[in-house]
């Protein structure tokens, strides 16, 4: 639901196109076989959550300066703070409103 | 004249006295020539001097003509360009005006866009399942994520014995929630009624009583109702959305999880739909219009 909200978001930035994964892993597998500007991702997701798919987007030479936008849920804080910890570039916490990630993405991508 | 005559004599016989007198009057008379010549250029100088001097004022009367004539014009065109300018503020500021309706007007739009995108995402998620399980989960998820809501129950309504029935619950403890008797109260009203009771501000909300109690119906009888305690902390009022976000829940929530929990019953797509030809015939459409006679009917 969240992932249908955020593409509508994405969807009224122009020259944005979106890849949609289920989770970490098929996000990782798609992000080494074509080159991203930037990741939205989940905290929680099934297999590998959002925090480990920024670590390991982190440790991955090639996609180190990708930014990287993390949902967080509940506003909660250690989760917000261990995943700028990590390397994520900025976090959106829930409930989602497509403003805030058009400026998120905007500012992130600078356009 | 005879007695000058006398007195001098014939011409050619000039007495000297005379001729003194005669040469004192010619000198005499030459003087006043000369004084008068003197006294006639010197007026000559003078009036050159006035005429000169009147030629100066002239040249500089005309001089101050043309100059006001210059500054005539100018007061002429500063008015003008006052004018022009007076009409391009006034101009400007219409446009700022307008500029500033269309900007509240777009940041509007875009509201909107993002409140139908939510109610969107929330009509297509309720549709999307056939399973009893998932439908609940959305409902939950739906309140959780798209209004915000942190702590909240939604219980089945078993109307034969009067009670209230856990089905899913965020933010309580496993166990917590139990069966509750619809006796009296606000739960119980909103139930009865199937209207819905939002508390206006949740930031001064009416302590022990649910910020919202959000009944599912289908056919005016309240088949389910979400219990909401608390928002989220980052969350302090409704968005404009968030109504219709509820009364979508009232609505497409109660007819999904009608829909779900009869088509678990039925295994197949195919056997959801055997008995539909015989649901068509003009007996059954004619009761079917007529709610009075309908069922709890899907």
């Known amino acids: ?111 | 004249m005879s007695k000058r005559e006398s007195r001098t004599g014939p011409p050619g016989s000039d007495r000297p006295d005379l001729r003194a007198e005669r040469e004192a009057f010619v000198r005499s008379f030459l003087r006043k020539g000369v004084e008068l010549t003197e006294e006639l250029l010197k007026e000559n100088q003078e009036l050159q001097r006035e005429y000169r001097k009147l030629e100066e004022e002239n040249l500089r009367l005309r001089n101050q003509i043309a100059s006001d004539g210059a500054i005539r014009d100018l007061l002429e065109r500063i008015d003008r360009l006052e004018g022009e300018r007076n009409n391009l503020m006034s101009r400007s500021n219409e446009l700022e005006v307008s500029s500033r309706k269309h900007d509240a007007r777009s940041r509007q739009v875009e509201q909107e866009l993002n409140d139908l995108a939510s109610l969107y995402v929330a009509a297509y998620q309720l549709s999307a399942s056939l399973s009893p399980r998932k439908v609940i989960k959305q409902i939950c998820e739906l309140v959780e994520q798209l209004v915000g809501g942190e702590r909240f129950a939604l219980y089945l309504i078993s109307a034969d014995e009067g009670q209230a029935l856990p089905l899913d619950s965020r933010g309580y403890e496993p166990g917590e929630l139990a069966p509750m008797a619809l006796a009296d109260g606000p739960m119980a009203d909103v139930v009865l009624t199937g209207t819905e009771r939002v508390q206006d501000d949740p930031a001064n909300r009416i302590e022990d009583v649910p910020l919202a109690l959000v009944p599912l119906t289908v056919n005016g009888q309240t088949i389910a109702i979400i219990v909401l305690e608390n928002l989220l902390p980052h969350k302090h009022a409704w968005a404009s959305v968030d109504a219709e976000l509820f009364r979508l829940l009232g609505t497409l929530g109660a007819t999904a999880l009608i829909a779900a929990n009869l088509y678990s019953d039925a295994h197949t797509p195919g056997s959801a739909l055997s008995t539909l030809k015989t649901k068509l015939d003009p007996k059954d459409a004619e009761r079917a219009m007529d709610p009075a006679a309908a069922d709890v009917g899907v």
């Open chain 1, 1 to 111: 639901m969240m992932r249908q909200l955020i593409v509508f978001a994405l969807s009224r930035i122009k020259c944005i196109q979106v890849t949609e994964a289920d989770d970490g892993i098929v996000g990782l597998r798609e992000l080494n076989n074509s080159k991203f500007d930037l990741v939205i991702s989940d905290i929680n997701m099934p297999i590998m959550d959002g925090l480990k798919l920024v670590k390991r987007i982190r440790s991955d030479d090639r996609h180190k300066d990708v930014p990287v936008i993390i949902i967080t849920t509940e506003g909660s804080n250690e989760d917000r703070e261990r995943a700028m910890a990590l390397g994520a570039s900025a976090y959106i916490t829930k409930p989602i409103q497509a403003p805030q990630v058009i400026e998120k993405v905007k500012e992130l991508l600078g356009i």
